[in-house]
């Protein structure tokens, strides 16, 4: 076989393997949404207020950003595939518990080992891109994969409302946890590690070592800067897609419920579109990666004081272009692994992936919670009826996100240029005549 032939039988076992390890981050993004369309039923079914309902995004946010760093660590130590089985089984069977589970401790139980499978998949997904694809190719499929596996969530959202209406509460997560088996096995037919082997595992790390492993990763200005641009990019979305979104726009902006839900869907087509330009743009310019990231932050900030400072209610238009702006940011902290995987050695990738990734969803956990404070407290005695003034007070907390945010991108992207300068004085020459 030539080497020619060589590389194309290489690109097409890498495209399969993504495309299952896609599939497998489709089905994690799925049944992390499950939810959001059965809020109501939710409710009646373990007979929880607004705010118990509430725990459970703020739980599955909670154990996703906490497990990032561990997750980070088994891949280094046991490799991708292996962790990427151990995610989808344990989605799996979580999924089922929930279908069967019949009083809030044990749905909370479920959940959090929803959060847990979840937590185990992108991170080994992003390791199976950087192994199986060329470096130049590497950003665009990062992107695609974040991008395309937020088609989850639009999947979760018809079909999952057909099914608990025509099926019920126990068959339609049944239906969905049955998804989990099938994936099971595509992984262990389909993925390997590497071209070499089809599970390949790092050296045994003590404390001593992971201890120095993540403290090598956090001290490179790279990795901090990736950790930063998460941070600052991903809240607002994520905010709005998962819990605040629909009550914002129906109680503080007056729109329709119908609206609400065409607002927000027209949110997740922009993260759809944007992130392979996105993609692109940092292929071919690696050098301004974290100039692009503050062109994105500083959009955001302004189409956010527009509609705040907007007197009475914001029209639509100017609520689509919010929506639209705000949606960027989703594709646009997934620049920040690209910083981390150009930072670090391939033996702590996924620990310094892990590192960035619990930052945007650190972000969105505290903002969850500071918006429901300000809402309580600009309408107290009140948990139905919050009025927009007590709206406007309340997604006013981004700004003390994005003001940390930005001033720290801005401060390690000074650093993480002077050390790459320092180590390689033709780097930037060479990365701005990329493409």
């Not at 993480?416 to 320092?422: D, E, G, M, V, W």
């Amino acid at each position: 076989m030539s080497v020619s032939q060589s590389a194309d039988v290489r690109e097409r076992g890498a495209y399969g393997i993504w495309i299952v390890g896609l599939l497998v981050y489709m089905l994690a993004v799925f049944h992390r949404s499950s939810l959001a369309v059965a809020g109501l039923t939710a409710t009646e079914r373990f007979d929880i207020s607004a705010a118990q309902l509430a725990t459970f995004t703020m739980l599955q946010l909670l154990v996703y950003a906490g497990m990032q760093i561990p997750v980070g660590l088994m891949v280094d130590r046991f490799g991708p595939r292996r962790v990427l089985i151990t995610g989808a089984i344990t989605l799996t069977l979580a999924q089922a518990g929930f279908a069967f589970a019949d009083s809030y401790p044990l749905a909370l139980l479920a959940r959090l080992f929803v959060g847990v499978g979840d937590a185990m998949t992108f991170i080994c997904v992003l390791r199976l891109v950087n192994t199986w694809f060329a470096p130049r190719r590497i950003p665009l499929m990062t992107q695609l994969t974040g991008v395309v596996g937020q088609l989850g969530a639009i999947i979760a959202a018809v079909p999952m409302t057909i099914a608990l209406r025509e099926l019920g509460w126990t068959r339609s997560y049944l239906v969905a946890a049955s998804l989990g088996i099938v994936l099971s096995v595509a992984l262990v037919v389909f993925v390997r590690d590497a071209p070499a082997a089809r599970s390949r595992s790092g050296p045994p790390l003590s404390r001593t070592q992971i201890s120095q492993s993540l403290g090598a990763s956090w001290a490179q200005p790279g990795t901090r800067l990736g950790f930063w641009i998460h941070f600052s990019t991903q809240f607002s979305a994520t905010t709005l897609g998962l819990l605040w979104g629909y009550p914002f726009f129906v109680r503080g902006e007056g729109t329709s419920e119908h609206t609400a839900g065409l607002l927000l869907t027209l949110m997740v087509v922009a993260v759809m579109t944007a992130g392979p330009v996105l993609g692109w743009a940092i292929m071919h310019h690696p050098w301004h990666r974290s100039t692009l990231v503050l062109c994105v932050v500083g959009a955001i900030v302004v189409m956010w004081t527009v509609v705040l400072g907007w007197r009475g209610d914001a029209p639509i238009w100017l609520l689509a272009l919010l929506v639209v702006v705000v949606g960027v940011g989703g594709p646009a902290s997934v620049i920040g692994f690209d910083l981390g995987r150009t930072s670090n050695p391939s033996e702590r990738m996924a620990s310094a992936t892990g590192i960035i990734n619990q930052a945007g969803f650190v972000a969105s956990l505290l903002l969850v919670v500071a918006i429901g404070v300000v809402l309580d407290w600009r309408t107290p005695g009140s948990s139905t009826a919050y009025t927009p003034s007590a709206f406007k007070w309340a997604m006013s907390c981004q700004y003390v996100l994005w003001a940390v945010g930005i001033t720290q991108i801005w401060r390690y992207r000074v650093k993480a240029r002077a050390l790459l300068l320092a180590d390689d004085p033709q780097a930037r020459e060479h990365m701005t005549r990329m493409g």
